[in-house]
């Protein structure tokens, strides 16, 4: 089982990024696909979740109504729209298995991630 993340850079704020997460191996499908991220000299941190078969989402009050959530089955991929960013999105941002309310699983390790920089 791997997850793998991709699609970070740099980008000024208010402009957008896409992030996937390719899901290899067995698919653990009553769990959720969770996004995190952390920022040098703090904590990783939940970002969202969507789940695996019904494609119900939560996000943290920090990205809600800017970040989107959603996944392609058919690709075992899962994918975070960043929209209107922010210098405070700066982070590397990781998947995992996690619940629906942002708690990571141990199925599978931590990834490399993906680094996310907004320059203001």
């Known amino acids: 089982v791997q997850l793998v993340e991709s699609g970070g850079g740099l980008v000024q704020a208010g402009g957008s990024l896409r992030l996937s997460c390719e899901v290899s191996g067995r698919i653990f499908s009553a769990y959720a696909i969770g996004w995190f991220r952390q920022a040098p000299g703090k904590e990783r941190e939940f970002v969202a979740a969507i789940s695996w078969s019904g494609g119900s989402t939560n996000y943290d009050a920090s990205v809600k109504g800017r970040f989107i959530a959603s996944r392609d089955n058919a690709k075992n991929t899962v994918y975070l729209q960043m929209n209107s960013l922010k210098s405070e999105d700066t982070a590397v941002y990781y998947c995992?298995?996690?619940?629906?309310?942002?708690?990571?699983?141990?199925?599978?390790?931590w990834g490399q991630g993906t680094q996310v920089t907004v320059s203001s």
């Open positions: 995992n298995y996690a619940t629906l309310s942002g708690i990571p699983t141990d199925i599978t390790p």
